[in-house]
C-alpha cells in the first residue's frame, strides 16, 4: 500500500516557474510533490501555495485543518515553510521565524487529522537573492532551528540546503525538484521502514 504524504508549502511546493511572467507553473513530473507522486510506494498530495508564509491567524488554521480533513486519512505531512517569512518579517532573524514554526507545530500537532500521521519538517533551500544577502543568511540558518524544533516536537527533519535554483536565485530549478524529491524521498523511506 502506498504511503500518503500531505505536501504543505509556499511557491518551492506549487512548483513556481519564474520563466513564466503570469505566474506558471512547473509540469507535475518537475515538481518535487510530483516527482515523488510517481515514485512507487508513495502517493502525495501537493498544496503548494505563492508566497505563503507559515501560518498565524485562525483563519489559515481553519483553512489547513479542512485541508487536512479532506485527505484524510494520510501517512505524513510534509511541511517547506519559512523562506517567505526570512523574506518579508519586519526585523527578521532565525530564531523569529523558528518561533512561528513553534507555534504552528504546537497548533497543528492538536489536529485530529494527524492521529497516526509524521510530521516531516523540511528547512527550505538555501536562497541567492542578489542584494538581499543577509535574509538569504537567516533562511540558511533555519535549518539548525528547524532540527532542534523537530526533535522537541517529535517530528522528523530534512534539510533540503543547497539546490540548483533558477535564475531569479529564490526558486527552485528543475533540478532542484529532482534532487529534493530524491532527498525526501530517502528520508521518508527511512522513517517509514523504522515502523
Known sequence: MDRKIVCY????????????LLGGRLPENQRWGGILNETPGFCAAEYG?????IPTADAEFRALELLLRAEAPFDCLAVMLGSNDALFMPAATPQAVAGRMENFLTRVRRFPELAGALILLIAPPRAALAGMSWRCGIIA????????????????YLAAGELPLAFDGIHLAPEGHRRLAEKVETRLELIFSDL
Open 9 to 20: 508549502g509556499d511557491s518551492n511546493t506549487y512548483g513556481y516557474n519564474p520563466k513564466n
Open 49 to 53: 501555495f505563492n508566497g505563503r508564509q
Open 141 to 156: 540558518k533555519l535549518g539548525g532551528e528547524y532540527e532542534a524544533l523537530a526533535a522537541r516536537f517529535g517530528a522528523d
